[in-house]
């Protein structure tokens, strides 16, 4: 019998659920999800019953994806560098008592329209802080293998709850109003409380002082702006979230100036643009091995903006249906692309913050276009609105030729392992620094193109992993002596640095060692003494300068 441990085991749409933490949490998150588009059909239409513009009820959208531009890259370093599933427990608490807060505002009927964008601004908040430590979180309950179907099935949960909670939610407001609508997300938030509660996340074993808040966000900004499979993955996300926004920001306004219905009609069109999504995220395993990423989300977009142009033209309820089955298929299709990429393209010490930047920039898009569409549809029309939505969705798949997404599913970005902290002749601590490190080769004048053409590459990867002041220098008197020079601020920083290499990039490493004339490679650790600070220490000047050697096989 077939056991989740087995590496033969063959993955399929659903064999991510074998492993029974990823199914409770995947289970509460969807009853939460469920709860949240109830909420949100709810703050919609009321926003519209309050006597608010368009672009108030665009806005609706945009307050809850806003802060996670604004907050998921904090809550991204957090995710890596504590304990995810307690931040996870705080989120859901947090959201909880805006909840609460919600509903009784509702209740006592004291909401405007400001004050309704303010608690849904605070409930994006709690799900901005959520959002990173979970998705960082799906890496630890499945193997690698299985991460691609696990990362569709969240998205699949996301649409089951959206191609039945709009209309309930439609339901409960035309019967009870949005009150009874907030209060049932209030409950909803509580199964996924008790599974939190109950789940051991891994202990993750850190060996080194953790980073600071401030230095690990920028350590997570260097390491995707460094890049290049990130960057295509932020740039295409932050268009395509412009583009997409259109059609479930202006959903009431489609049910309502389009078709003619109610909120019934409203939860009918976002439950056929969640049927889609579902059965999407469900065929996805096996067309995304068929087809590349990049051809993939291109037949993503194409559906998308397919749906966006007939739901602009289209006066009928059912034609309406039609399409958004289609356009909710290749909304779950192109995101899921995007988180997979980015997950298979990070190494697991950045992952919660390369994931939280994919946000930023996806969300950032949705929260930029809700406004954008929003405005077009004060300035002209609804249906005006939508076509430029496709406009942009368009742009979106030709700028896949110049930011294609990578291929990224057999990259190997487990620790390469190979350097160990040297024994050091001088005592210093963790945060003494700054630490110059100095490797020299020997190379032929023959070698000296695949050197530098290598170095390069090098250089790329050293900037990004958290070096400063990288260079290369060549000796005047001898000529085949290169010196990589580069320094870290502390002395934790330079193990930091060297233990962030991968086995995927392990290459480049063996290149350089190849092309060096002598047995082994020559690395010196030098710690930087100020002078005038020197000389009032007890130790006096035999201290300064005094050079940590250690030659290493590995650089």
């Known amino acids: 019998m077939t056991t989740p441990a087995d590496p033969a085991a063959r993955t399929s749409p659903l064999s991510p659920f074998r492993y029974p933490v990823f199914r409770d949490v995947?289970?509460?998150?969807?009853?939460?999800?469920?709860?949240?588009?109830?909420?949100?059909?709810?703050?919609?239409?009321?926003?519209?019953?309050?006597?608010a513009s368009a672009m108030m009820v665009t806005l609706v959208q945009a307050s809850t994806t806003l802060p996670v531009m604004l907050f998921s890259?904090?809550?991204?370093?957090?995710?890596?560098?504590?304990?995810?599933?307690?931040?996870?427990l705080v989120a859901q608490l947090f959201m909880i008592l805006v909840s609460v807060l919600l509903s009784a505002a509702a209740w006592f009927d004291v909401l405007t329209p400001w004050l309704l964008l303010l608690f849904t601004f605070l409930i994006g908040a709690g799900a901005a802080l959520n959002g990173p430590a979970w998705q960082a979180s799906v890496g630890d309950m499945v193997p690698r293998a299985e991460l691609p179907a696990a990362v569709a099935l969240n998205g699949m949960g996301f649409n089951v709850a959206r191609s039945t909670g709009p209309a309930v939610g439609g339901l409960i407001v035309a019967g009870a109003g949005a009150a009874a609508a907030f209060?049932?997300?209030?409950?909803?938030?509580?199964?996924?409380?008790?599974?939190?509660?109950?789940?051991?996340?891994?202990?993750?074993?850190?060996?080194?002082e953790r980073e600071t808040l401030g230095r690990a966000m920028i350590?997570?900004?260097?390491?995707?702006?460094l890049s290049p499979r990130i960057v295509a993955v932020l740039v295409r996300s932050l268009v395509f979230g412009v583009g997409a926004s259109a059609i479930p920001a202006l959903m009431p306004l489609v049910a309502r100036d389009l078709v003619d219905g109610g909120p019934l009609t409203f939860g009918l069109l976002l439950g056929a643009?969640?049927?889609?999504?579902?059965?999407?995220?469900?065929?996805?395993?096996?067309?995304?091995?068929r087809l590349s990423a990049e051809l993939f989300v291109r037949g993503s977009m194409v559906a998308l903006a397919a749906a966006a142009a007939a739901t602009a033209v289209s006066g009928s309820t059912a034609l309406?249906?039609?399409?958004?089955?289609?356009?909710?298929?290749?909304?779950?299709?192109?995101?899921?692309?995007?988180?997979?990429?980015?997950?298979?393209?990070?190494?697991?010490?950045?992952?919660?913050?390369?994931?939280?930047?994919?946000?930023?920039?996806?969300?950032?898009?949705?929260a930029l276009g809700s406004w954008l569409w929003g405005w077009a549809t004060e300035r002209f029309d609804v249906s005006a609105a939508l076509l430029g939505s496709t406009g942009v969705l368009v742009a979106c798949l030709l700028l896949g030729l110049r930011f294609p997404l990578p291929a990224a599913e057999k990259l190997d970005l487990d620790p390469l392992g190979?350097?160990?902290?040297?024994?050091?002749?001088?005592?210093?601590?963790g945060r003494s620094g700054p630490v110059v490190t100095t490797i020299e080769y020997r190379i032929a004048e023959d070698r000296l193109p695949e050197f530098l053409k290598l170095m390069t590459e090098r250089r790329r990867i050293r900037r990004r992993d958290g070096a400063r002041h990288w260079s290369l220098l060549r000796d005047l008197a001898e000529p085949d002596l290169w010196?990589?020079?580069y320094d870290t601020p502390t002395w934790t920083e330079n193990v930091r640095h060297n233990e962030r290499a991968t086995k995927a990039e392990a290459d480049i490493g063996d290149r350089l060692r190849a092309l060096n004339r002598d047995e082994r490679l020559h690395v010196r650790r030098m710690i930087v003494r100020d002078l005038d600070t020197v000389l009032d220490e007890d130790d006096g000047v035999a201290a300064f300068g005094q050079p940590l050697t250690d030659p290493l096989r590995q650089s």
């Open 26 to 51: 995947w289970i509460a998150t969807l009853v939460t999800r469920f709860g949240g588009l109830i909420q949100s059909v709810g703050a919609s239409w009321l926003m519209i019953s309050l006597g």
């Open 73 to 88: 890259l904090i809550a991204g370093a957090l995710a890596d560098t504590f304990d995810r599933r307690m931040l996870m």
């Open 183 to 208: 209060a049932v997300n209030t409950v909803s938030y509580l199964g996924l409380l008790v599974v939190l509660l109950r789940w051991r996340s891994p202990v993750r074993g850190e060996r080194l």
């Open 219 to 225: 350590a997570g900004i260097r390491y995707a702006a």
């Open 273 to 289: 643009f969640g049927v889609g999504a579902v059965a999407g995220a469900y065929f996805a395993s096996g067309w995304r091995r």
């Open 320 to 366: 309406t249906m039609i399409a958004l089955l289609v356009g909710g298929a290749g909304w779950v299709l192109a995101l899921s692309t995007f988180n997979v990429t980015v997950q298979m393209a990070t190494p697991r010490w950045v992952v919660g913050r390369a994931l939280a930047l994919y946000q930023m920039a996806a969300f950032g898009g949705m």
């Open 418 to 429: 190979r350097w160990k902290e040297p024994k050091l002749a001088l005592a210093i601590e």
């Open 483 to 485: 010196v990589e020079r």
